[in-house]
DNA sequence: CGTTTGGTTGACGAAGCTCAAAGCCGGTGG
DNA sequence: CCACCGGCTTTGAGCTTCGTCAACCAAACG
């Protein structure tokens, strides 16, 4: 059989954002990296360091977070196959942020210069992978609103409808029923609400049947139009068009 | 005496982020634009709207925002003089957050086709754009942080460094002494947080000496150093070399 | 089997929210 | 010049959501 390459993983998820043609996609997959096995929780780039390696997720789950003062740590994204976690540490040239995985991880470490050189002689990638830190920005907004602005539940609700959309858009299947590969200390994390409160939250969806969970992961999203009205989760801010059709269809 | 051009602002924020020739820089001057006088509160580009323009600022401030289905409002950023307060809406196609003047604010209009077309034909200027939106994205990051993980008086604190030092970025000159241009209710939107609860904070601040109010609305740091302590706040993530140097020289 | 890691529970406390009223301008019109 | 008005700020009292602390439990792993 037919061995996929390695970078494809990327490709598919560029592919979202752009036709390439064939030479094109040819050349981002013939981009210099190594891969790399990286065990759960550990950084792969901390907040501070330079950075002149962009690193792709080829399998797990992983995060970027920013430590505050006081100690206290917040998840500003999750991501996971395909995505291109430390583009924007890479071009800016210092980490803003810290990258770490939640789950095993392997990953590509791509040469920042020789991203930065197809760029530079392929236009169409550029574009891309600008459309790509615009996605991201926009996720961005949509996590300031979700932690500055709704009560725990809905925000839970809201992080739980993001994720399945994203499995969803990378496997190209449905996800209502997914593993969440994230400590209920890490979801607090992400949503800026305490271990102990989204153990509760946790129990109350479960009890008003907006999820289920057989094992404390396992999620399943019983009824997605219930759990996303409730969530407020509109996901146009994903710009997937699928997404969009997803949200409306089932 | 001699007329500074009108798209002047936008291209001094633009040398921050890289070197462009002076056949470059004409051409970002020259790109076809409409001056808007645009009054106070009012929203120039609202979520969902497909978006063909792109907003410049002359003078005046404003904000980006969401609604989250409860009724709320979550400011997701400022801006000033020089911002391109729209390429993201713009570049993604359709409004994902609203755009909205904080004061009576001047603003160009640029066709987003002829952004395109000059980024097209000059990788130097797409490059400058993207790290634009680029360091949008680590401001956003630092949001994130900032809503999800401080306390009430750190966050305000932050989003008053915040401030400060963009106001000294554009105008070049020292802002240890401005007019914060929100109200206690915009300030709150920006924060998370209450108008009553940003009222009661904005008093401990002042009785604690890190600022003083004479007015309002008008802000004085009295101490750089401390303020910036106490609101954790570590300039790095706006990218702004000159930023780095004033939060350790003062 | 012990140990570790994460989940669950309870009692209590605090930060921040709600509601409601009152004060304080700066502007406008009589 | 004064009275009124509207937008913003300030204050108080009571309450809710969420945080803290501390213990206990369950599964996973060596």
């Known amino acids: ?39 759960r929780n550990k950084a792969v780039v901390r907040e501070g360091d330079p950075a ?32 291109m976690v430390d583009l924007q540490n890479a071009l800016l040239g210092r980490a803003d942020h810290t990258v770490q995985t939640l789950t095993a991880c392997t990953m590509a470490r791509l040469p920042i210069q020789a991203v930065r050189r197809l760029t530079d002689t392929c236009p169409a990638i550029k574009d891309a992978l600008w459309h790509d830190t615009l996605v991201d920005g926009s996720i961005h907004r949509e996590w300031v609103a979700n932690v500055g602005r709704r009560d725990a ?26 593993e969440l590969p994230m400590t209920q200390d890490q979801l607090a994390d992400a949503t800026g609400l305490t271990p102990v409160h989204v153990n509760r939250v946790l129990q109350t969806l479960e009890r008003d049947g907006l999820v289920e969970r057989a094992t404390p992961k396992s999620v399943v999203i019983g009824d997605w139009k219930r759990l996303a009205a409730f969530g407020d989760f509109r996901p146009d801010y994903l710009h997937l068009d699928m997404a969009k059709r997803r949200a409306e269809g089932r």
């Open 52 to 83: 002149s390696q962009c690193w792709l997720v080829l399998s797990g789950f992983c995060v970027r977070l920013k430590y505050v003062g006081s100690g206290g740590r917040q998840i500003v994204s999750i991501h996971m196959k395909g995505d």
């Open 153 to 178: 539940s809905t925000r839970i609700a809201h992080l739980l409808c993001e994720f399945a959309l994203k499995l969803e858009a990378v496997h190209l299947g449905e996800q209502m029923d997914y």
């Open 1 to 39: 059989m037919n061995h996929e390459p390695v970078l494809a993983p990327m490709l598919r998820k560029l592919r979202l954002w752009g036709n390439l043609d064939a030479a094109q996609e040819q050349a981002l997959l013939d981009l210099p990296h190594n891969v790399v096995a990286v065990e």
